[in-house]
């Protein structure tokens, strides 16, 4: 295969790769955003998202409907809601009652409620590979020289969904009454509660909306892979979490860009390096980036309230 076809090739991976990893990401970068405390659990409602789309991918073959796009927006839809309630349940269950304890108990917390996730699932639907039929077919193949590289519908809509989340939520977060709320807590909880904002209410759709950014991932890549299993969060949780951290945790352009980056740099070092050594590779990457930039590619410093 062409050389410049090879490199083509492994950019639309990478981007596609990106794209999940910065979804996900999102879901990090809220909560600390809003609490300054990271959820270990976000992981794992990614991989409850994928057992979810199954699930729904089932029943509506079961209900006689087999529109693609039907079959799509619905399952999208449910998966997103079931996923969210469960990060609400996180959230109330693992953080609302350590809030004004130390540091480290919520941590704790959080790690607990991942394996709670696993070992139920585990025990529910067992430990070997589950999977689903292939519902995108084709591709698009552009020519390149004497050779070609292409890019599946599959990626496509993975790329576009990822895009056109991510626009949504930053609009959300800009422009919207509750986007105003979620800002002026992040910056004083406080303060925000003596103005009359719900902070806890706030704090409850920060893990709903993370949750639900972590399900359109999950059903994403169950569509595009077609196999997962009950530890499939942990690891694509821990890139996410990185990705989170190397565009800047706490802002919402640099959790996307941090996936991008980090899926870009997975992909092409495996493709002309050595797929071995990728996550080496990019941890290595992260480190530099904290060397020289410790607050993320846009995040900002944090500045302590006194």
Partial sequence: MDSLA??????????????????????????????????????????????????????????????????????????????????WVIERVAYRPLRNSTRLAPLISAIGISFVLQEYVRINQGS?????????????????????FQITYSQILIIVVSLL???????????????RQCRATQMDRKMSGILGIHTDRIISTVFVIGAAMGAVAGVLVTLNYGSFNFSSGF??????????????????????????????????????????????????????VMIFKPSGLLGKPAVEKV
């Fill in 235 to 288: 690891i694509i949780g821990i890139k996410a979490f990185t990705a989170a951290v190397l565009g800047g945790i706490g802002s919402l352009p640099g959790a996307m860009l941090g996936g991008i980056v980090l899926g870009m740099a997975e992909s092409l070092f495996s493709g002309l390096v050595n797929t071995d050594y990728k996550d080496v590779f990019a941890f290595g990457l992260l480190v530099t």
């Fill in 165 to 179: 989340g991510m626009g949504l939520l930053t609009y959300v977060i800009q422009k919207t009454e509750l986007g």
């Fill in 6 to 87: 090879i490199i083509l090739q492994q950019l639309v991976n990478g981007l596609t790769l990106g794209s999940v990893y910065g979804l996900i990401a999102i879901g990090y970068t809220m909560v600390y955003g809003i609490i300054g405390m990271i959820n270990f659990a976000h992981g794992d409602l990614y991989m409850v998202s994928a057992y979810l789309t199954a699930i729904f991918l089932a029943l509506l073959s079961f209900f006689g409907i087999d529109s693609l796009p039907v079959v799509l927006f619905l399952t999208l839809l449910g998966t997103m809601a079931i996923t969210g309630v469960y990060g």
């Fill in 128 to 148: 070997n590979d589950q999977g689903i039929p292939a519902l995108l077919f084709g591709a698009v193949r552009v020519p390149v020289g004497n050779d070609f």
